[in-house]
Every structure is written in structure tokens, then in C-alpha cells.
């Protein structure tokens, strides 16, 4: 049956649409208009979702990886079937350009056709005339999912795919921001899975809460912020749930004097201000030596004065709003910080007038170390541009900090810039690239960006527990 995207969002519980009495109210954050008005999950609901999972979890978990690899394969196609309505509405909840949106539902697609192509491994530590001693990796149980507002199907595929092909059920919690793209892939679901292996429920601040307290729930795997990913690791541990938390992240890229500023700058540009820099990975801290900071600062100026703001949905556009009022109001805080502390601004500072929470991108030239827009992740397009000259300092300033998700090192030697990556307190460090994110390589936040990891087998295995087989062969 073809879906409407436009009308008619309910979660998806045990196979079947649910409406609740109470609704959330959603709005596009270009236009300020409430566009749907999708379930507000009420406790109850809650707890009728969970148990589907557990019911679910007994077939699904004994079903062959094959398939259950089919069953996610088959997610893959639907989602591009379904392409055209998908990426309008993730433009209209989330602000994106339309472009950008059909680039996550693609991605979203790829990662789902990817991990189902991804096996359990089993270890063979012994087998010989006597014995048998194996290690094979079986499912957790059931999962809640619980994911962040910036890219809603994208980080909530990164957690379908590997829960379901390991053999788990999952209990998917969109933001309440942006939940109706993640309602709508509940609704295409219900077709391809058998019920209650894939739930999908919508609701306000009390319903990750609730998720992460609730006693048959055994697993959270939880992409958001480092103060909410606190709360859910405390919460977790009454019946101790296994967590994984990808969390904030205040990522440093370091640029070394030998680079080309000129073939670079671009990538560097979009590097911190994709998706309007609400991007846990996006360049937050931009260390550059001093011999080559002034023509980048030029460049930069120069890239960020031709880029189109705007309504995603309008042609052209290349940044889209920020996505929700609280977000936008923290960065005008940000930005007052700056004014009142009297840094200097190469670009932007000046919100537009009129309806929508459009922020320009926005360049501070050098701020000091201790400043709010360096120790703090903005999650919007305001970066600081800070010179250094020594290597040295540049390691450290980009390691004084309790974050440590991402890095990146642009050196004209790679040699050199490799050197200097693996001095970096990251999970990931890129050399002369940035965002090369993949289903088949691990992602994991170091320090207070994280626990557990996500993607390739490492993330396949945090949805899985080592169950050790030991035979005597008598
Ligand atoms: P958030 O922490 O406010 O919310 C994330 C999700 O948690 C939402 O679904 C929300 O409803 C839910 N939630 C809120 N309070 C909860 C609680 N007490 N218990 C359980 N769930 C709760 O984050 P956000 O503002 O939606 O997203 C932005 C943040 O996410 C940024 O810090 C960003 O860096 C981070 N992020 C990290 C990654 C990563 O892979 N490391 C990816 C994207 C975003």
C-alpha cells in the first residue's frame, strides 16, 4: 500500500499503527508552522511496546543470521523505493536541504544493505582430540534505541541494522523533534519484519527517561548529548542494562603549514559546517599555523559569503536552519558570549530577521583558549579559527578537552600528519580527510564522547554478549 507522507503518523507496535490519546506538536524549523501532530507514547504504550519486543526476541533471536540479513536487506530497498516522500518529509521536520536529505535516506540504505552482508564471528580457541573450547556471540535481547535530532534516520539505521542482524529486537525512540521521518520508516517496516521486532514510538521528554529506568529493557544504545548520555548510563544501571552512548564531541582539525589552502579549503569549509554544523564530527576547533591562517581565513570568508541560507525546500539552498528554538536560542547565547568578551568576527554574527531559526555562518577570528565558543560544542555554525606555531601546542590545545570523538590532521606529508594523528585523544582521526564514515568501520567516542562503539563487526558485537561453549569430547 503507498504510504502518505504528508498525514497519518502513528507508531508501529507489535506490526500494527498505534494512535495515543495525547500528541506532539512538530514544527519546520524554516517556517515556524506545526506540520504534524504524531503520538505522544503514554507509559502504558510503553509498556506494551516492550513486551512485543520481548515476545518477538524468542523467534527472531532462533531465526538463521541469514535471514534475518534478508529481512534487513529488504529495509535497504524499501527505503529507496521510497526515497522521493521520505527525504521531503526529513526536509520539512529536520531543515536540511532536500538534497542533503536524499543523501541520508541513500546512506541510510547503504548501511542497512552493508551490515547485512556483516557475519557474527566465532573464535575457535581449542579443538582438538579432547575438546571444544568456542566462543560465539549471541544476542542481547531487546534494545531500545533512543536517537538525537541532526540526522534522525541516518543514526537511527546505525542502530536497526546491527540490532537486527545479530538477533535482537529493537525498541526505536526518535527526538521528539523530528520524529516523523523514523515513524514513517516504522510504517514501511511493518511489511518486511515479523511483529515487534522493529517497534517504533514517539513522545515527549518523560519517554527516554522512562526507556532507560525500564526493568526489561536490556540494552540502551543511546546517540546524543554527554549530559543526557550521563543521565542514561545512572538510570541504566538498575538492572544493568548494557549501554552504548555516542555523545557530543568538540572535534579539532589541525592544518600544517605545507598544505595546498587553495585545493583544501573547501573541504575544510564543509567539514565544520555541513548540515549547518550540527554534525557530532564537524570541525569545531580549527588549530591552523601561522603561516598559512591569513589565506585560509581569506578563503573561508570567501566560500561562507557565497553560500545560500535558506528553506531546504527551496532550490539553491546549501544551509538549511537550525533545526529546533532551544538549539537556536543556546547559540545566540554563544554568540553574545563572543560579542560581550569582544572577539572578532571574520563572518556573520548577525541573525536575519523574520520567521525561521536561520543562523549564518559565522567565523571568530583567534578567540582565546578558555572562551566558551572553544571549550564548549556549539552544534551550529559558529567555528572558531584559532592560530598556533608550534605542533607541540597544537597537540595539546586540541587535546585539553573532555571530549574526544573525532579529529583530523591536513598535512602536505602524510607522513608528518599521521605522525600527529596518533598523538590525538580521539576515536577517530582523519589525515587529509574528514567524514569518511563507513558500515564497515568502527566508530567509538573516547573520554566523554562516548562508551561502546558503533559500526563494523566491533559495533555488530556491542549487540551481542560472548557466550563461551566448553566440551569435553568423551
Ligand atoms: P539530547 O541528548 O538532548 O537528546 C537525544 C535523545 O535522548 C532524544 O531522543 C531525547 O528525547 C532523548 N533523551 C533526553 N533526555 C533523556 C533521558 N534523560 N534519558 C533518555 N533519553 C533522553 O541530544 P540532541 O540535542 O538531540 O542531539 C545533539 C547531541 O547529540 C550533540 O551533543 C551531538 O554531538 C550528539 N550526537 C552525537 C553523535 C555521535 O555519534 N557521537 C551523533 C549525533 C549527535
Known sequence: MAVDFTANFTMTIDGRAVESPATLQIVNPATEEVIATPPDATREQLDLAVASSRRAFAGWSATPIAQRQA???????????????????????????????RAEIKASAYWLAEFAKIDLPVETIEDSDTALVQVRHVPVGVVGGIVPWNFPLTLAIWKVAPALVSGNTLLLKPSPFTPLTTLKFGEIARDLLPPGVLNVISGGDALGPWMSAHA?????????????????????????????????????????????????????????????????????????????????????VKIGQAVKLGDGMAEGTMLGPIQNRVQYERLKGLLEDSKTNGHQFLLGGELPAGKGYFFPVTLIDNPPDDSRIVREEPFGPILPMLKFSNTDDAVARANDSEFGLGASVWAGDYQQGLAIAKRLQAGTVWVNQIHALSPHVPLAGHKQSGLGVENGVHGLLEYTMPQTLSVKKI
Open 71 to 101: 529481512a534487513v536487506a529488504s529495509l535497504a530497498k524499501a527505503l529507496i523505493a521510497n526515497i522521493d516522500g521520505l527525504s521531503q518529509l526529513l526536509t520539512r521536520e529536520q531543515g536540511k536541504p532536500l538534497s542533503a536529505a
Open 216 to 300: 526489561d529493557i536490556d540494552k540502551i544504545s543511546f546517540t546524543g548529548s554527554t549530559p543526557t548520555g550521563r543521565r542514561v548510563m545512572e538510570s541504566a544501571s538498575k538492572n544493568l542494562k548494557r549501554l552504548t552512548l555516542e555523545l557530543g564531541g568538540n572535534d579539532a582539525a589541525i592544518v600544517m603549514p605545507d598544505v595546498d589552502v587553495d585545493k583544501l579549503a573547501q573541504t575544510l569549509f564543509w567539514g565544520a559546517f555541513a548540515n549547518s554544523s550540527q554534525f557530532c564530527l564537524a570541525i569545531k576547533r580549527l588549530y591552523v599555523h601561522e603561516a598559512v591562517y591569513d589565506r585560509l581565513a581569506a578563503a573561508f
